[in-house]
């Protein structure tokens, strides 16, 4: 399989052709960003981290008969994935309040919640990825209500398999955000990443933050808590 050209920059990954249509290479890199891309910084190790533990993540996933993009692992940094036409929406699952849910909604962080919450954020940047409703979704034409209906199942299957993963790994699984994409005859496939980029983890034990918190609220170095993760993914499958 050969590196083609670079089709598109995101904030925290590269994606390029390959000579197969159906196949995309992606390349993870060091780059950490908060708040819209207010906060920007080159962390060094990032990328093949969230690269490693995001493989590791999917192929559980897989393993749990949750369709999902993701091919195979390149090198550390770089890994093969299906193409496919992303749908502009970030779901939020929530277990355990925390972020803007606490802050929306004044419920301290750390407060269990009775049942899982999905939420809607439409992917645009000029509007700061606002939290939208299923008839927002439906007059923008995002998504249709039959896919409204699958994504967020999806999202829930994804949520008790990560749940038992993180669990098997001492870690409360509290929050996280996935996309999803469209291959061409339809079929929906979970797709971006699964990393403490993208996913609130805290210790069971200590409650300390194994994620990319760190980061966002300047409470250390990001690389050694991200290790952490892999380090508990890697020896579960040993
Ligand atoms: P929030 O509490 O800030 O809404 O975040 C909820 C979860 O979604 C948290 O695990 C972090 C993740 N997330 C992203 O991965 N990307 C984003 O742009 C945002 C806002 C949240």
Same mark, same amino acid.
């Given at each position: 399989m050969k590196k083609g050209t670079l089709l598109y920059e995101g904030k925290a990954k590269q994606l390029f052709e390959t000579d197969d249509p159906e196949v995309i290479w992606v390349e993870y890199l060091n780059q950490a960003t908060a708040l819209n891309g207010a906060k920007k910084d080159q962390i060094s190790g990032k990328g093949e981290l969230n690269n490693q533990i995001t493989g590791l993540i999917f192929n559980f996933l897989k393993s749990k #008969?949750?369709? #999902?993009h993701f091919i195979k692992q390149l090198s550390e940094t770089e890994q093969l994935i299906q193409a496919v036409d992303i749908i502009p929406l970030e779901v939020v699952v929530r277990n355990v309040a925390a972020g803007s849910f606490s802050k929306r909604l004044a419920i301290p962080e750390g407060v269990q919640l009775n049942k899982p919450i999905v939420e809607f954020y439409y992917k645009n940047d000029e509007l700061d990825d606002p939290m939208i409703v299923d008839d927002h979704i439906l007059f923008l034409e995002l998504a249709t209500t039959e896919e409204i209906k699958q994504l967020r199942q999806m999202a829930l299957e994804v949520d008790q398999a990560l749940i038992e993963l993180f669990n098997s790994m001492d870690?409360? @699984?509290i929050d996280f955000k996935l996309e999803f994409g469209r291959k061409k005859d339809g079929t929906i496939l979970l797709a971006d990443e699964v990393s403490p980029d993208t996913c609130r983890l805290w210790?069971?034990?200590?409650?300390?933050? @194994?994620?990319k918190d760190i980061y966002r609220r300047d409470l250390g170095d990001i690389i050694p808590v991200y290790q952490e993760v892999l380090n508990r993914l890697e020896k579960r499958g040993e």
């Open positions: #008969n949750i369709k #999902n870690i409360t @699984l210790d069971k034990k200590t409650k300390e933050h @194994l994620d």
